[in-house]
């Protein structure tokens, strides 16, 4: 066992000096234009015999032996060259994630060799982030000073695999986190798990409260895309765009990759906003038709001032009735029907309002039957509205009546 350690970690050593790893790039994309945004670079091993070999295969070794400090400068310095390269291309804008061990964290010299970095590749803090994770921050003592360091550079802090590690939020409240990426496992199942959906969903509308940039990484399919987008979540990472890629490729791919977006999403040429709007004013109108269709009746009321004021009210039977919504909504009983049976009805709203389940009562006007049923609304301990639905019973009043009827007749 022993014997595997020294030579894995020999290994690195050696491929370190041979100039055997290797970056690769995953474009991150915006979800809106579709455009290529950024780049994550993600280290790869060309082992001589193995072939390429992933982080996962040697990144826990290079952690244990330290070694992942000039690997993680290596990166680095590998990753600002080529933006500097792709920047002279034309790719201005494009912004660098670079993941960080927490190893090279506690290097006291961290911030300087970065600012050496930088330096020596002539590449501009304001287009990096650097990405840790929410165990990182463990040893907080260690670890701030470092983080406000690089934060002083003019980098930003990106909090990756978010949702996995302690997610204290406190995190996110007392470090300097710039973005929060959401992490894929969360993703894999978000239109499917109702769990996931509401975990993505809340990350979303955190980080937008929070002012902080999210990214979803590990989006694989389209609807996947479609359901970040419909969320306002505009950054995003996974193989549905590309996989990790060496620089070459990128630059070759680049308008390829940019037409998924277009092609797979919803249209760029409605803007979300209006999107939303519209969605929602085809359900509210979807809702309305379904209320004025249905059979009977259906109405909210609440307690304004001691009077019993209706917020709702539609269906087939509130016309069979006489009465529009407009008559109704917005108004109490004896607004629109006679003094004496609104005093009844409303003593069956008090009854609701004070929290009794299942009122139920009959009434008739106009000749046409109906029975009613009532139900308080709680929120938080307290009735806050009832709801009630009412059915036409005139065919079984007139039913019973007649039977009433011949049975008197045979009676007699
Ligand atoms: P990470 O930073 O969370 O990187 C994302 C990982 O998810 C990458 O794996 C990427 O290839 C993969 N990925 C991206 N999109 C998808 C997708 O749609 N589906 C699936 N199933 N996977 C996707 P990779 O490249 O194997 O890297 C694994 C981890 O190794 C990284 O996770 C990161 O923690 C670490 N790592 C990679 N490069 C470096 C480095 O230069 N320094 C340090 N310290 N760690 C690194
Ligand atoms: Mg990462
Ligand atoms: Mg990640």
Request: glycine share 6%.
């Amino acid at each position: 066992m022993e014997h595997t350690y020294e030579v894995l970690e020999s290994d690195l050593q050696m491929a370190l000096e041979r100039n055997e790893f290797r970056v690769y790039y995953q474009p991150k994309l915006h979800l809106v234009s579709g455009k290529i945004i950024g780049v994550e670079s993600l280290i790869r091993w060309e082992h001589p015999i193995q072939g390429l070999l992933s982080p996962d295969k040697f990144i826990p070794l290079a952690e244990k032996t330290g070694l992942i400090v000039p690997i993680g400068e290596w990166v680095l310095r590998t990753a600002c060259i080529q933006m500097k390269e792709w920047q002279k291309v034309g790719m201005q804008s494009l912004f660098l994630s670079v993941n960080l061990s927490v190893l090279q964290l506690y290097q006291p010299d961290f911030v300087d060799c970065v600012r050496q970095i930088f330096a020596e590749t002539e590449f501009s803090s304001k287009y990096i982030a650097f990405e840790i994770t929410e165990s990182m921050m463990m040893d907080e003592e260690k670890v701030l000073p470092t983080l406000m360091g690089l934060k002083r550079l003019g980098v930003q802090i990106s909090l990756d695999d978010f949702g996995t590690g302690f997610s204290s939020l406190r995190y996110l409240r007392e470090f300097p986190i710039d973005r929060i990426k959401i992490d894929r496992s969360f993703i894999r199942y978000c239109t499917t798990d109702l769990n996931d959906t509401a975990i993505v969903k809340s990350i979303i509308a955190m980080a937008q409260q929070l002012k902080l940039v999210v990214i979803a990484e590990g989006i694989e399919t389209r609807d996947h895309l479609i359901f970040l987008q419909h969320h306002f979540c505009n950054i995003g990472q996974g193989y549905l765009f590309s996989k990790p890629i060496p620089a070459e490729e990128l630059l070759q791919c680049r308008d390829q990759i940019e037409q998924i977006v277009i092609r797979e999403g919803i249209p760029q040429a409605v803007n979300y906003h209006d999107f939303l709007e519209n969605e929602i004013e085809k359900a509210r109108q979807d809702l309305r038709d379904t209320m004025r269709l249905q059979q009977g009746l259906i109405f909210k009321i609440k307690r304004e001032d001691d009077k019993f004021i209706h917020t709702l009210c539609d269906g087939e039977l509130l016309h069979k009735l006489g009465l529009i919504p407009e008559q109704v909504v917005g108004k109490e009983l004896k607004d629109f029907i006679p003094e004496k049976a609104a005093n009844e009805i409303t003593s069956y709203y008090e009854l609701a309002w004070k929290g009794q389940e299942n009122v139920i009562f009959e009434r008739e006007i106009n000749d046409i039957y109906y029975i009613s049923s009532l139900r308080p609304i709680h929120r938080g301990g307290q009735v806050t509205e009832v709801i009630g639905s009412s059915m036409n019973i005139s065919e079984r009043k007139k039913a019973e009546e007649l039977e009433r009827q011949s049975l008197l007749l045979v009676n007699r």
